[in-house]
């Protein structure tokens, strides 16, 4: 594991040319919940049409987290008007999603991604940022409650992560 100590990381904004590593991430970060092995160096293709469908939104947005030049971690969001999991409020902002490298996850790389996607929502004068999460993933669940995220009653199924539990982050609390 790489702890934050031993390494540091670089943030910055996404670029579309990032998708293929973005995908890779995806693929990684979901291998412990899907049990399935980490994939070395090729995305799955599901992956990057999942990426890339976000990333080609109106108005998308990402950040990405590097280490020695290699993508470790991203988060990729939109205006609620994009999305349609959420009924439109203008004063939301849709967290689409947050991923990082399972061997950096606890080095507070998903903290700062989520960090950066708040202050863009505020940026662009949004009041809360939205985002669904697996009912069953406990380890992201639980990230997004010591973040400051709340649980709403709403719910919804996803073909590939089953139930779907809802987070928002209050801006400006």
């Known amino acids: 594991m790489i702890t934050s100590e031993q390494v540091s990381f670089d943030y ?3 670029r579309y040319s990032d998708m293929g590593a973005m995908a890779l991430v995806l693929d990684r970060a979901n ?3 899907d049990r399935t092995t980490l994939s070395e160096d090729v995305p799955d293709q599901t992956s990057r049409i999942t990426i890339d469908e976000r990333l080609t939104k109106w108005f998308a947005w990402s950040y990405v987290a590097s280490h020695s ?3 470790v971690g991203f988060a990729i969001g939109y205006p609620s008007s994009e999305e349609a999991s959420l009924a439109y409020d203008p004063t ?3 967290l689409s999603l947050l991923m990082v490298e399972p061997n950096i996850w606890r080095n ?3 903290g700062k991604l989520l960090e950066l996607s708040a202050q863009h929502s505020r940026d662009a004068s949004k009041s ?3 985002l669904w999460t697996g009912l069953n993933n406990i380890r992201a669940r639980r990230f997004y409650e010591r973040s400051g995220c709340r649980q709403t009653n709403l719910g919804r199924i996803s073909e590939r992560h089953g139930p779907m539990v809802q987070y928002v982050l209050d801006l400006y609390k």
Do not use: D, Q, T
């Open 12 to 14: 910055r904004l996404g």
């Open 92 to 94: 939301v902002e849709y």
């Open 128 to 130: 809360s940022l939205a």
């Open 69 to 71: 030049g290699r993508i």
């Open 108 to 110: 507070g790389v998903g």
């Open 31 to 33: 291998a412990p919940n």
